[in-house]
């Protein structure tokens, strides 16, 4: 079964710094990678999608990347604002159009 | 797009009550799942639906837990009864069934037990 851990739990930067989530699964065989971000009493959001066959998508300040060979996907925010002070989760989608998530990593953005 | 439309968003109902949570997909998809968050579990995957038939129900926690797809559109989940355990924030998200589509979520029900 896969397994999608997260790391770091929790983070907290000061404003504007760059910094990078981390997320790990276990199976290689995945056909997609998505982010999200979940902000309290909220739905999940979705950031970023990276199909297997891709190595990095990139949205504004954001940057995810994907090792599928070493079952790996960053997300890479750059230049931080208090806004982005949330929980970010990832989820690999495999066969059988099954999704597993990670647990997330709370981020809290210092002003 | 209106995105996944869940209802209702904020439930409060007493141990042994009848409760059902409503979710309409977007248009277009046909794969749906229901999740369920707690602090103590994160997210759990209860059931999905390919094209309205049920695929993998083995997350739904007990026979007290059911949930269906009368239309490509529209699911219900229903606990019956429902127990304070229970108390959780309840997603549904839709998805295209083929292997390369992006999972959105609605905005979640709050299910409170008392």
């Known amino acids: 079964k896969q397994e999608v851990t997260q790391i770091p739990a929790a983070l907290s930067v000061p404003e504007g710094e760059n910094l990078v989530l981390n997320c790990s699964f276990t199976?290689?065989?995945?056909?997609?990678l998505q982010w999200f971000r979940q902000d309290p009493g909220k739905g999940l959001t979705s950031l970023l999608l990276?199909?297997?066959?891709?190595r990095e998508q990139t949205s504004g300040r954001l940057n995810a990347s994907l090792d599928k060979s070493s079952g790996r996907s960053t997300l890479y925010i750059a230049a931080s604002q208090p806004g982005d002070s949330a929980t970010y989760l990832c989820?690999?989608?495999?066969?059988?159009?099954?999704?597993?998530f990670g647990t997330g990593t709370s981020l809290t953005v210092i002003p | 797009d209106a995105g996944v439309i869940q209802s209702p968003r904020h439930e409060v109902t007493e141990m042994g009550q009848e409760v059902t949570l409503r979710c309409k997909l977007i248009?277009?998809?046909?794969?749906l799942f229901w999740y369920r968050q707690t602090m103590m579990r994160g997210l759990e995957l209860l059931i999905y639906?390919?094209?309205?038939?049920?695929?993998?129900d083995s997350g739904m926690p007990e026979d007290r837990f059911s949930a269906k797809m009368p239309n490509a559109s529209f699911s219900t989940l229903k606990i019956q009864p429902s127990e304070p355990r229970d108390s959780a924030v309840y997603f549904c998200?839709?998805?295209?069934?083929?292997?390369?589509?992006?999972?959105?979520f609605g905005e979640g029900s709050r299910l409170t037990v008392l």
């Open positions: 998200a839709s998805t295209e069934a083929g292997n390369t589509g992006e999972l959105f």
């Open positions: 199976d290689s065989a995945i056909y997609n």
């Open positions: 990276i199909q297997s066959s891709q």
């Open positions: 989820a690999v989608r495999n066969t059988g159009n099954q999704f597993y």
């Open positions: 248009s277009g998809h046909n794969s």
């Open positions: 639906f390919n094209n309205n038939v049920p695929i993998d």
